[in-house]
Nanobody, 115 residues
Framework: QVQPVEAGGGLVQPGGSLRLSCVAS????????LGWYRQAPGKQRELVAD??????TYADSVKGRFTISRDNAKKTVYLQMDNLKPEDTAVYYC??????????WGQGTQVTVSS
């Protein structure tokens, strides 16, 4: 099991950019999926972007604006967020899955998009 730790959130104006990072210590050998989720106030947690065996998946709301990437050597997952909108405001969580055996979440990092 890994222990993800997110960083990079903050306050940004609409149209701005942020880059989130998630450092996940521990072994990645058993990981079958890794990515980013977010939860806005009063809303359900939703998938933003992730890696699976099938490739990369993006939520329709962020497609073309966000880019997920990873550095296996650094055990880090990134989320580059461009052209941010107020509706992107949420707590962003890094998530790692090892099939159905375990599911590990970071503590979350706040992203606020506001003028």
């Amino acid at each position: 099991q890994v222990q993800p730790v997110e960083a990079g959130g903050g306050l940004v104006q609409p149209g701005g950019s942020l880059r989130l990072s998630c450092v996940a210590s521990g072994s990645w050998l058993s990981i079958t999926a890794l990515g980013w989720y977010r939860q806005a106030p009063g809303k359900q947690r939703e998938l933003v972007a992730d890696f699976t065996s099938g490739g990369i998946t993006y939520a329709d709301s962020v497609k073309g604006r966000f880019t997920i990437s990873r550095d296996n050597a650094k055990k880090t997952v990134y989320l580059q967020m461009d052209n941010l909108k107020p509706e992107d405001t949420a707590v962003y969580y890094c998530n790692f899955k090892a099939g159905r055996l375990w599911d590990s979440w970071g503590q979350g990092t706040q992203v606020t998009v506001s003028s």
